[in-house]
């Protein structure tokens, strides 16, 4: 080996043993540090920050400004015409908006017939701006149909809150009565339950009503299995049930530093009503956890298709509960023990 080679190898080892030494010393820093960088790099490549007015960058914009003034026509007393900088960014995303060839026009819908409920909702004159802007929306909306489910804008409380299902106490019941499923049958759920119960889930909170939300389902099978392999906590009963679910949430839908962790929550509680609903149509589900790091979500990103602005929140398993079979106590905890508000809260409560 001539000198020159030799020096080079003996420094690619001391390079080696020295990340081997970091690594020993540093392991878990280390890869937390990886993992950090490996979000940070999904969330700044894809998500809304930098302005690249993609498709779904710009209905997110839209459905963040309209929305301001959804909100604000509910609340008790709403300024006479405020938010007129909000009204006309809404606008001019709109029209810019709907000269794509790829524009979901519903979503003009939504956001001109609230702004039309917005210009009917003041006794006070109209200022010159809105006339402006009421010219361009009605313009829009003249002759058009618009699907009454797209209807933005604001409707009475009465109007979704009857029947008495809807009780306090037999939600509480209902909610009490869930356990996670770890037997499940081998029957099949039918595609239309299925489908309400993310119909439901659609419905759940999400930041300014964002929807950055998305679900795959995978039915039982070899394909799926290769999933559930990713992942560590269905041992002994994944593989039985009826359906998959990847839950992910669509970072491009998120546009500001301060929403990086906003897909998790807005994901989570989308994953809760999705299981209530099934629930409540009988069918049983376990979450299942995607706490992995960069290399194991790399695999999942790979293995089912899912695109690099989308990141994985949890899986859920869903299926029919074998008949008698058992569910975990899961003793919660005591409401002391969660609830640390100052004064604490009266027993004699309506439900506690
Ligand atoms: C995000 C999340 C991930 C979970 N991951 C798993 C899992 O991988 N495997 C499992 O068997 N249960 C999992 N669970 C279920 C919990 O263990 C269970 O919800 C908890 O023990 C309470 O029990 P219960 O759902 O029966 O009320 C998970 C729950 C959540 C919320």
Redesign the pocket.
Known sequence: MERTELRLWRQREALFALRKAIEMHFGTSLRLVQAYIYDFRRFSRHSGLRGTNTQREIESRILKEFHRIEKGLTLKEPRSWFGRETVEITVQLCEQYRQRSDADLQLVDAAYTALRQYGQHFQEDAPEWWTHQAVIVEGWLEGRHVDPNCEGGFRSRSSEISGSDSSGLALSNFMRS???T?NFSSEIVPNTILRCAIDDAKRSPSVCNRQGTRIRLYSRGPETDKILKL????RG?GNDASHIAIISADLSTFLIVGERNQGFVDA?MF?MTFQYSLHAQNVGT??????VGPRQDRRLHILAGIPDEEVV???VAVGYPETDSL??N?P?RSIEQIDLSDVPLMTEGAFL
């Open positions: 869930r356990s996670s770890r992942q560590n906590g269905n009963f989570g994953a376990c979450s299942l956890n995607w706490s929140i949890m899986m569910v975990t899961s919660s």
